[in-house]
């Protein structure tokens, strides 16, 4: 029985490892979920996986750089309308999002790491 192939920190869960049968598939629907879902309907991007990947990259960066830009904002704009502790808690809840797209930046690369035939493996 062999081991089970060793992934790089931040492989996405619902993605198989590079090289299992039916990766690729499984990769381009777990991007799609990346990006919004009127993206589905080309097809252009369900044949070409990369091409997928490169979108999606920019689709997470994108979201990054918009959430990044509304917490710098966010309580001068509107000090005057929120109450302090909505304010510090749509902080708190944005402040997790941003993490939570950080990560998901890190897992899209390295899907299309592997799409390019790139192979992480961990460190001892």
């Known amino acids: 029985m062999s081991a089970a192939p060793r992934l790089p920190a931040g492989w996405p869960p619902e993605v198989p490892p590079p090289d299992a ?30 091409l997928l ?11 990054r750089r918009g959430l990044a830009g509304s917490l710098a904002s966010m309580r001068a704009d509107l000090r005057d309308i929120l109450a302090p502790e909505a304010l510090s808690e749509a902080v708190q809840a944005l402040q997790l999002e941003q993490a939570r ?12 790491d592997a799409l390019r035939g790139i192979r992480h493996r961990p460190r001892l």
């Open 53 to 63: 990947a490169y979108v999606a990259i920019g689709q997470v960066d994108g979201a």
């Open 101 to 112: 797209l950080e990560a998901t930046a890190k897992s899209v690369a390295l899907v299309a």
């Open 21 to 50: 049968p039916g990766w690729q598939q499984r990769a381009g629907g777990w991007l799609f979920d990346q990006c919004p879902a009127d993206l589905r309907a080309h097809e252009v991007l369900r044949r070409h996986p990369l």
